[in-house]
Structures are given as C-alpha cells and as structure tokens.
C-alpha cells in the first residue's frame, strides 16, 4: 500500500481563439466540473467519465490510498492567464507540499495547455511537482488525445499515458490505464523507460476522429503492438491551433524494456507517417452543406452538420451565425441548430416568456472582426433552466449549469440557446429544452468529433461544414509565425518555414 498524491489541471489553449480562460472560467467549469481542492475532489468526480475518478478507483482497487491536491477543468480558448494558472499551480504544489512524503503523484493533465507566460504549462508543472517529490518518486500523468507532447513533459514524467478514442468515450479508462502504470512502477521499485517520437504533419481536428479512418486502423494496430511489444502506447495527433514550437503528433511509449518500447513506438509512428493522405478530408461550405442535408434527412435520421470552426470545444465561443443564415436563407425544415451560446439572447427569451415573437440579434458576441449580430424575428418557443445531466457516453454523468436557456423558431428552423460555452456533444443538452433530436432532419451542431459519441448512431450521414469561426478545420489556413522548421502545416500539404 502506497500513498499516492492525486490532482489536475486541464486546459486545450487555442492561441488563436478570441477569448482567454482566467481563473473564473476554472472555478465555473465550462461544462467540467468546477475547481475543486482537497478531499471534495473524489467525491466530485465520482461518477463522471473523466480520468483522475477513473484513476482513483484503479489506485484504491489495488489497495493504494489517496490524497487530494486540487483539479481544475474549463472550455478550450486561447491562453489560460498567469493568474489562473499561478492560483491553481500554487494549490496544488502548497497541498503536495503539506501533504508531506508521498509514494507517488497521479496528474489528469491535458497536454495541449499555453499560458500567457509559457508555452509548455503541463511541462511547467510536472517540473514544480517534480522539484517538490523528488527524482525517485513516480510521477504518472493521464493526456488528452490533442495533447501537443514535450520533451520536457517525457523527461519529468515517469509515466504519460494518453486517451486513444475521439469522441473521448475512454477519459476514465485512461485514468486507470495511468494508474497501472503508476502500480507497476511501485512494485518494480523503479521508473519505466519512456520515449517520444515525434511526425512532421498536422492534421485538422475533424479527420482525427478514432471513429472512422485512419484514426480507427492506427488505433487498433496501437493495441496489437502494445500486446506484442509488453508495453503502452499512446499516440497523440496533437492539437493543430497552437502557436508553439511542440505543437504536432506524437507517439509516447513507456514499459519496463526500454528496447522492446522503442521498437514499439518505431513502428506505430511509422504506421502514422504512412498513413498521411488518408487524413486529408473533405469540407462543406454552409451554403453547400445545408443543401445536401436538405436532400438526404429525414426525421428518424437526420443529417448532422458539424459546425467545426465554432467548436467550443476548439477555443470557439459557440456564437459565430454563418451556418444559422445559411439555414434560415434556404428555408430548411425540421432544423435544429445548437447550442449558440448568446446570454443576452436567452436572457431576452426569459423576459419574454413563451409564445412571444420578437427581433433578436443573436450570436457575435465575442467581437470577432467583421462579424455582426444575426437579426432577425423568432418566436420563443421553450425555455429551460439549464441544469442537468448527461447521458451520453462521451459526457455521461457530467452536471451541467448552463445558465438560462431557450429555443427560438423562425421557420422550420430552430436554434437553442445556452449562456455558458460548451459544445454540442450530448442528446440531453437538447432533450433538456423539448427537442428529441432522432425526430429532427437537420442537426447543426456546434462540435467538431465529440457529437459523433451521441449522435452517430442516429445520423444518416455526417458533413464538416466550414462556417466562419475561429477553430478552423484546416490548419494550413492559419497565420503560423513559431512553429518548428519544416512541420507540414496539412497532410502532404506546405512546410513551415520562419520568415
């Protein structure tokens, strides 16, 4: 029996995204549980497909006790500020630290973290942690799926272990999968070999999904390698909306020999180079998608419309209106379109009261340059508190308290309300306000992969729409100016160079 320290801290920094993530937006969550310190944080993921409960029931299960630091989770955006990172940095490492000597540290990182002052935050803070456990003491950390990997975060950990599904339906078993690594290296009285490789491509958020290919092959072959070689594997294909030198995909392997792990990741990572054009994927218009969904829904199945560049989920706001007036100008039926995140609109809709018709100048709100409110008359349909849980298996038993919501009509269209960011990923977010979404023909969704958990098994057929926003679909069209010499900015597309 081992005492093992357990905190986390999650953040997927867009550092092109318009809106930062300061310490409220952790004490509110964005549709993750809020800050949390100390003995209340089992308790308060308890149930909830997130790594660090899935890790505290493997440690417990193999008879190791816990000790709570803190954990801290919120909504991709651009750079989570100094403060915020200091405040929930210095709770955590002031708790390990009054904790005295520990056996062990188990982290839920994400692995794709920028801060105002640092371009590796998960890098900084194994090297807190690390400075205050010492180098004996193993340090294992769960990552998202995007995590964009260090070397500094390989050289301070002991153990990464990453998520290998999108939608993220294994976050809780990734969190065990990290604690049995953490398990093995205790009983093995000393550190795990690990290593890193490194590819030379980015690929855009919608092709990296574990549902459909290659993702779903090279995932697999991820499996069958981790058996032959005795080791785990993680493959990252990175968050490609990071202006930093470590952005990109990687391959992390870790196990007892470290020889039989390299050949391991070797092979994975020469499986993913090959794979390459296989990840170059197709992009609707919102003009030309809507037309397509026109012709192919149907209530019983309807044709979802990713609304990518506006994922929340990315560093969008949920607010941009392009793919809503592509929706209303061809006069579609049986649409719904969610969640647009406009506070001000839901709060209008609430005054209103049901039944009521009026102009609303919807979305826009982040102040994006050239974007403008969409004006127009709807009628208030639902209204809804917001508070509920979902079922999903991506966010099942996640809470969620998005504030004030409705849903409005113009038309056979419809567009739901929420005032706090989360992306459409669950069928209860729309349940919550009256919809059943299998009796819809058209879904826009406002998510990039996630919505495929909860939403794919009902969808005739699946169309990336590249709206306007700021996540976009193709990381070639961003204005790059730190990445490292040479990285491919598409699938066999140009090369960065520093001008």
Known sequence: MALIAVGGFQHETNTFAPSKADFAAFAQGGGWPPFTEGDAIVPRLEGANI???GAVRALHAAGHRTVGLAWAATSPSAHVTTDAFE????????????????????????????????????GEILRRVRALVGPRVPVVASLDLHANVSRAMVERADGLVGYRTYPHIDMAETGERAARVLDATLRNGKPHAQVLRTLDYLTGLPAQSSFIEPGKTLYERLAVLEREYGCTLSFSPGFPMADIPDCGMTVVGVGPDGEAVARAADALTRDIADAEPRFRMDLFTPEAGVARAMRT???????????TQDNPGAGGNGDTTGLLAALLSADAR??????????ASAKQAHALGVGARAVFHLGETSGVAGHVPLANEFTVETLAEGTFTCTGSMFK?????????????????????ASRKVQAGDQ??????GIEPIRERILALKSSVHFRADFEPLAREILIVAA???????PAAFRWTRLREGLRLS?????FHRT
């Open 397 to 417: 038993g996640f809470a969620m308290k998005l504030g004030p919501m409705a849903v409005l009509r113009r038309g056979g269209v419809r567009v739901v309300l």
């Open 51 to 53: 790594p660090a409960a």
């Open 297 to 307: 829904g149907s209530p019983g199945r309807p044709t979802v419309l990713a609304d």
């Open 87 to 122: 405040r929930i940095v210095g709770a955590l490492t002031s708790r390990l630290a009054a904790a005295g000597p520990v056996e062990g540290v188990y982290l839920d990182l994400h692995g794709a973290m920028v801060t105002e002052a640092l371009d590796d935050g998960e």
């Open 428 to 433: 209860a977010m729309f349940r919550h306000v």
């Open 491 to 495: 699938p066999l597309g140009p090369a």
């Open 334 to 343: 049986d649409a719904t379109l969610g969640l647009l995140i406009d506070a």
């Open 468 to 474: 306007p926003g700021p996540a976009l679909a193709d």
